[in-house]
């Protein structure tokens, strides 16, 4: 599943239709150019709280996967944990992906 994931992150990023960072997501929510927001599971408590209640605001589906260094690696970007997809197909297949690979791994979802 993971593979997956990594796949459509990288035809994400080099389509372009893949933001990445706090500022720059926060700014796509507000121009209602993200689809989904994918937040690495490690994340401070801080930026991820506020992360969330910004996809709340703006009405915008998130996940928690994965941690830090793992979508830094599927996305060939360094310190990256805060994503966001601005094409609606990236995003519900993403979005299925994630949501079928936590629950074959058993986690419980948030």
């Given amino acids: 599943m993971r593979k997956k994931i990594h796949s459509y992150l990288g035809?994400?990023?080099?389509?372009?239709?893949?933001?990445?960072?706090?500022?720059?997501?926060?700014?796509?929510?507000?121009?209602?150019?993200i689809k989904l927001l994918v937040l690495a599971g490690d994340l401070s408590e801080n930026s991820l709280s506020k992360m969330?209640?910004?996809a709340e605001k703006w009405k915008v589906p998130y996940r928690v996967f994965s941690c830090i260094d793992e979508i830094s690696?599927?996305?060939?970007?360094?310190?990256?944990?805060?994503?966001?997809?601005?094409?609606?197909?990236?995003?519900?297949i993403i979005a299925k992906e994630i949501d079928e690979s936590r629950s074959s791994e058993g986690e419980v979802f948030q």
């Fill in 11 to 33: 035809f994400a990023k080099r389509s372009g239709n893949l933001v990445s960072g706090y500022n720059a997501c926060i700014r796509s929510m507000s121009r209602r150019k």
């Fill in 52 to 54: 969330t209640k910004e």
């Fill in 73 to 92: 690696w599927m996305t060939g970007q360094t310190g990256v944990g805060i994503l966001g997809i601005t094409e609606k197909n990236f995003s519900n």
